[in-house]
């Protein structure tokens, strides 16, 4: 009875412990570059080149991904449907001001629910240019918990770090702004009319290996069959 009263004590300070922690959280993480904003820009602000750098596409290459709306800038979207790892979820690009900042809105459905915002924001520097990524959002009692347990401020803060220095080797190593052209294929195998042409306003596509860091890509939009809606919805 005793034992049962004292583990009773320590899950009311736990559950105490964890209410108390703060219901917004922010990540953010920063890098130098001696390339200028107008090359790094255009690999952020184009998701079609997000798989070029960052972190999580290397956690599935065999994620659905579906790209919507304009390639780049302001309502640019991109779903992706991935393992345990990269999870289901959508980015839009809500904000685009060339050279300075881009924002977007990352809705994640699984594996936990959650709607936060990403910021880019690039300082020019003298001879160099501060890139700094950061995401904010707010924390249920339940996403408290895991915030500390995971450690996710570092966890999420790794991943950051990981992605700009990728950005920084390709800006650095002379790609950016001039991307090499990558035909990746479709989904299905039939293809519905049309599905080379650029115009296509979605794409859908199966993510290939990352391409090596130094090597900027742009993905040729291949539209596949459609399995109904909400096929190739999911996060990133």
Not at 18 to 47: G, H, Y
């Amino acid at each position: 009875m005793t034992f049962l009263i004292f583990l009773l004590i320590v899950a009311g300070g736990l559950a105490v412990f964890v209410a108390k922690q703060p219901d917004e959280f922010i990540v953010t993480r920063s890098m130098s570059t001696t390339a200028d904003a107008e090359r790094i820009f255009p690999l952020v602000n184009d998701l079609q080149q997000w798989h070029a750098w960052s972190p999580w596409a290397k956690q599935d290459p065999n994620a659905k991904i579906k790209f919507d709306g304009p390639q780049e800038g302001v309502g640019a979207a991109m779903r992706w449907h991935g393992n345990a790892r990269m999870g289901v979820g959508k980015m839009t690009i809500t904000d685009s001001r060339p050279y300075e900042s881009i924002q977007l809105k990352l809705e994640f459905t699984k594996p936990m629910q959650a709607t936060n915002t990403a910021t880019f924001r690039f300082k020019h520097l003298g001879t160099h240019t501060e890139v700094t990524w950061t995401m904010r959002g707010t924390n249920s009692f339940v996403g408290k918990a895991m915030w500390l347990i995971m450690r996710c401020e570092k966890m999420i803060g790794d991943q950051f770090r990981q992605g700009l220095a990728a950005i920084k080797s390709i800006v650095e190593s002379g790609g950016g702004a001039t991307p090499q052209r990558v035909v990746l294929p479709p989904l299905a195998a039939k293809s519905s009319p049309g599905a080379h042409s650029p115009s296509s306003a979605t794409s859908s596509v199966v993510m290939q290996s990352p391409q090596p860091v130094g090597s900027s890509v742009v993905l040729d939009p291949l539209v596949s069959k459609s399995s109904g809606p909400g096929s190739g919805s999911g996060g990133w």
